[in-house]
């Protein structure tokens, strides 16, 4: 599989800059049963104890907690679709990236710093302070340029390689629902409407 050059992933950064603010939509829902297993979904359930329910986060260690379980910080990932688009060239690959939403939608720390919170479909998640990067397995997939786009100053300004996320009210996300930014202090006791 062919990759873009830094310079080709540089020419699509107004593209990404262009993602709505406030209200998006979500494009891709992917769920990871296993290692390296993706399955595509066109709904999901959130889980205030699984993330996405099936998919393996739950299960997986991570050395960088206290007690090697799950980030409790990282329970779901959320990548702009378009700035998945750019590294993947051919949309059907955009759910390489491993995360579990892509959202056209603006997910630069600008827009929503952590702390802040979307509605996904009937689901409401929170965007957390644990920064998002490539890893070995993203290198391999789009290239070594497609690594140093998302993790440049800029790249991680935008959050090009996306944002952990944490759910913070249960429901149920669908491809096409809106992913809406929410007001700050948003409680989760009222249900967003879906769109």
């Known amino acids: 599989m062919e990759h873009r050059t830094l310079a080709e992933l540089n020419s699509y950064l107004d593209h990404v800059r262009a993602s709505p603010t ?4 979500i494009e891709v829902i992917v769920r990871r049963p296993g290692v390296d297993q993706r399955e595509v979904l066109i709904e999901a359930e959130l889980s205030l104890t699984d993330g996405v329910v099936g998919d393996t986060w739950s299960a997986r ?3 960088r907690t206290r007690d090697g379980g799950p980030n409790p910080e990282a329970q779901i990932t959320v990548m702009n679709a378009r700035a998945a ?4 060239i051919d949309p059907e690959r955009r759910p390489l990236a491993g995360d579990q939403l892509y959202v056209d939608l603006d997910l630069s720390l600008n ?9 996904v479909g009937s689901a409401v998640i929170e965007i957390t302070e644990t920064p998002h990067t490539g890893c070995a397995k993203f290198v391999s997939r789009f290239g070594v340029d497609a690594q140093r786009w998302v993790n440049s100053s800029e790249g991680r300004g935008l959050r090009l390689r996306g944002a952990n996320a944490r759910v913070v009210q249960p429901g149920t996300v669908r491809v096409g629902d809106a992913a809406r930014k929410l007001p700050h202090g948003y409680n989760p006791g009222s249900h967003p409407k879906s769109a």
Not at 22 to 25: A, L, T
């Open 85 to 88: 688009g750019v590294v993947a």
């Open 111 to 119: 827009n929503l710093p952590p702390g802040s919170r979307l509605a």
């Open 22 to 25: 406030d209200s998006g939509r």
């Open 61 to 63: 260690g991570n050395s």
